[in-house]
């Protein structure tokens, strides 16, 4: 399975936290759905999406529920220095 997932521009966020939600995004995944292999993206666009190839509907579903999940959580997993 493939998960990409763009944040719009315009969205500002703290210096690397694209690359921690990519990791925390990719460790939730895996839990979820350890017998799959899948990749996860995440990056700047011009629109907040989310895109899972290779996944049925309710994995579909439960991608876009553990990535709201994660990032309603992100005070608990994105440490700032």
């Given at each position: 399975?493939?998960?990409?997932?763009?944040?719009?521009?315009?969205?500002?966020?703290?210096?690397?936290a694209?690359?921690?939600?990519?990791?925390?995004?990719?460790?939730?995944?895996?839990?979820?759905?350890?017998?799959?292999?899948?990749?996860?993206?995440?990056?700047?666009?011009?629109?907040?999406?989310?895109?899972?190839?290779?996944?049925?509907?309710?994995?579909?579903?439960?991608?876009?529920?553990?990535l709201?999940?994660?990032?309603?959580?992100?005070?608990?997993?994105?440490?700032?220095?």
């Amino acid at each position: 399975m493939r998960v990409e997932v763009t944040v719009a521009k315009t969205t500002v966020l703290p210096s690397g936290a694209i690359d921690a939600l990519a990791v925390e995004l990719g460790k939730r995944i895996n839990k979820q759905f350890p017998e799959s292999p899948h990749s996860v993206s995440v990056r700047y666009a011009g629109a907040n999406n989310l895109t899972v190839m290779g996944g049925n509907h309710e994995a579909k579903n439960r991608v876009t529920e553990i990535l709201q999940e994660t990032w309603e959580s992100a005070d608990d997993w994105f440490i700032t220095d």
